[in-house]
């Protein structure tokens, strides 16, 4: 049934919120919403889960302003889950599965400021 999917998801990411790992970086233009995006943060990872955007670059805005958050905090994961240009643009890279767990279990490990507070 979508209805319990969409409510148990929205549980799940309200649970998330609650606890310090589901984060969002909004931008507002002339105080409306505009764009933005969420993720999940764990330790030294950041998951990239979804973007919106209502205006020109908005979405990109957010992601670059997360992006420098995320560097200036030591944080060493940014998994976006799929690469754009404009991700190329900030520095993204493809690297295979085997990399990726690599790099996935040494940022689970690692200590960092959290970027959000």
Request: proline content about 0%; glycine content about 6%; aromatic content about 14%.
């Amino acid at each position: 049934d979508e209805t319990w999917i969409n409510s148990t998801l929205i549980d799940t990411y309200k649970s998330l919120f609650t606890n310090g790992y589901a984060h969002s970086v909004e931008v507002f233009e002339h105080n409306k919403l505009v764009g933005g995006l969420f993720g999940v943060s764990i330790n030294g990872a950041f998951f990239g889960e979804s973007m919106y955007s209502e205006s020109t670059n908005a979405s990109k805005i957010a992601l670059k302003f997360l992006t420098e958050r995320l560097k200036n905090n030591g944080y060493s994961l940014f998994d976006t889950q799929f690469i754009s240009e404009h991700l190329k643009s900030l520095g993204a890279i493809e690297i295979t599965q085997e990399e990726y767990l690599r790099l996935l279990k040494s940022a689970l490990r690692q200590e960092v400021t959290n970027a959000f507070y």
